[in-house]
């Protein structure tokens, strides 16, 4: 039997079922720390899940030469963490490459917004990403992981050589340290609360 | 017997089987994060795919997200939505949770989720 032992959930893992459940994407480019950031933060061990493209992404996934190969599987991580009792919150790791816009595009729907994880030794690395985020109507917040070897850049270096909105928050992290990580997601969520329009009374 | 996740070959019948053919779920509510879970745990379970078994033993014990259920039966999420779908027109299943009354972010939603970041 496929998916016995190893991969049944922990205790502790199941849900009422009658939780409000919200998503937040970690994009960035491969290798940037997503898997970490997620692990950091999950509450529950982290799972992949996978989604297939088919026929219906051929415009954007070129498979010409691979006449054996009619779909492509991206694997998604993710992570779980209950925010209160009646709210859980789910933090999907997100392949920045365009081509996958198909499935990106189901994972955003509904989604409150995006952390962009940045490593700033290879900083253009993250610009696809950042176009994706906006073609997929996120809103997004840029948060450096701190590499030992990451040069020292500013703030404002940063935000220049990214062309971020003024608006938009950049913070620094670590994906290995939970506070760190925590700072980062609520960055993200004021920033999210003053996009609202004003609340009428 | 177990292979582990990266040595598995191919299942032994193609993604097409499991879902009986068919490329789209019958309903389509369900997202990455719908939660899961058991409508009437005694109702009858013949006529059901090994998989959509699994599906629920998966759930007896409680709800779990749609990547949850697709995580731990190592199932693509475009195929397992398929196979919810067929258990929810069976009265198997229920989607209890609250996620398609947010599409859209409220304060209230948004400050409840700050709230909680700070707590964690």
Same mark, same amino acid.
């Given at each position: 039997?496929?998916?016995?032992?190893? &991969?049944?959930?922990?205790?502790?893992?199941?849900?009422?079922?009658?939780?409000?459940?919200?998503?937040?994407?970690?994009?960035?480019?491969?290798?940037?720390?997503?898997?970490?950031?997620?692990?950091?933060?999950?509450?529950?061990?982290?799972?992949?899940?996978?989604?297939?493209?088919?026929?219906?992404?051929?415009?954007?996934?070129?498979?010409?030469?691979?006449?054996?190969?009619?779909?492509?599987?991206?694997?998604?991580?993710?992570?779980?963490?209950?925010?209160?009792?009646?709210?859980?919150?789910?933090?999907?790791?997100?392949?920045?490459?365009?081509?996958?816009?198909?499935? /990106?595009?189901?994972?955003?729907?509904?989604?409150?917004?995006?952390?962009?994880?940045?490593?700033?030794?290879?900083?253009?690395? &993250?610009?696809?990403?950042?176009?994706?985020?906006?073609?997929?109507?996120?809103?997004?917040?840029?948060?450096?992981?701190?590499?030992?070897?990451?040069?020292?850049?500013?703030?404002?270096?940063?935000?220049?050589?990214?062309?971020?909105?003024?608006?938009?928050?950049?913070?620094?992290?670590?994906?290995?340290?939970?506070? &760190?990580?925590?700072?980062?997601?609520?960055?993200?969520? &004021?920033?999210?609360?003053?996009?609202?329009?004003?609340?009428?009374? | 017997?177990?292979?582990?996740?990266?040595?598995?070959?191919?299942?032994?019948?193609?993604?097409?089987?499991?879902?009986?053919?068919?490329?789209?779920?019958?309903?389509?509510?369900?997202?990455?994060?719908?939660?899961?879970?058991?409508?009437?745990?005694?109702?009858?379970?013949?006529?059901?795919?090994?998989?959509?078994?699994?599906?629920?033993?998966?759930?007896?014990?409680?709800?779990?997200?749609?990547?949850?259920?697709?995580?731990?039966?190592?199932?693509?999420?475009?195929?397992?939505?398929?196979?919810?779908?067929?258990?929810?027109?069976?009265?198997?299943?229920?989607?209890?949770?609250?996620?398609?009354?947010?599409?859209?972010?409220?304060?209230?939603? /948004?400050?409840?989720?700050?709230?909680?970041?700070?707590?964690?």
């Amino acid at each position: 039997m496929r998916g016995s032992t190893t &991969s049944n959930p922990a205790e502790g893992t199941y849900l009422r079922g009658d939780e409000t459940t919200v998503k937040i994407l970690v994009a960035g480019p491969f290798s940037v720390g997503k898997t970490t950031f997620i692990g950091t933060m999950s509450q529950i061990r982290p799972l992949k899940t996978e989604e297939v493209m088919t026929a219906a992404s051929t415009a954007v996934d070129d498979l010409r030469g691979r006449p054996d190969k009619h779909e492509t599987t991206v694997a998604l991580d993710f992570g779980r963490l209950s925010l209160n009792d009646k709210l859980v919150l789910y933090l999907f790791g997100a392949p920045g490459q365009e081509r996958f816009f198909p499935i /990106l595009s189901h994972l955003a729907h509904g989604a409150l917004g995006a952390l962009v994880l940045v490593d700033t030794r290879h900083l253009a690395q &993250s610009y696809p990403v950042m176009g994706v985020v906006e073609q997929l109507g996120l809103s997004y917040a840029i948060a450096v992981n701190q590499f030992p070897d990451s040069p020292p850049y500013t703030a404002d270096e940063l935000r220049a050589a990214m062309d971020l909105p003024a608006d938009a928050p950049l913070v620094f992290c670590d994906a290995r340290d939970q506070p &760190s990580s925590k700072q980062a997601l609520i960055r993200l969520v &004021s920033y999210l609360l003053t996009l609202l329009p004003e609340s009428t009374p | 017997m177990t292979a582990s996740r990266r040595t598995r070959g191919p299942g032994l019948v193609g993604l097409h089987v499991v879902t009986g053919g068919r490329y789209e779920p019958s309903r389509n509510h369900f997202d990455f994060v719908t939660s899961v879970c058991l409508a009437n745990p005694g109702l009858e379970r013949t006529g059901l795919t090994p998989e959509q078994r699994r599906v629920l033993e998966l759930c007896q014990p409680g709800a779990l997200s749609v990547a949850e259920v697709g995580a731990y039966l190592e199932l693509p999420l475009s195929v397992l939505r398929i196979l919810l779908a067929d258990l929810m027109e069976r009265g198997h299943i229920t989607t209890n949770g609250k996620f398609y009354a947010v599409q859209t972010a409220d304060r209230q939603l /948004l400050e409840a989720v700050l709230e909680g970041l700070h707590n964690l």
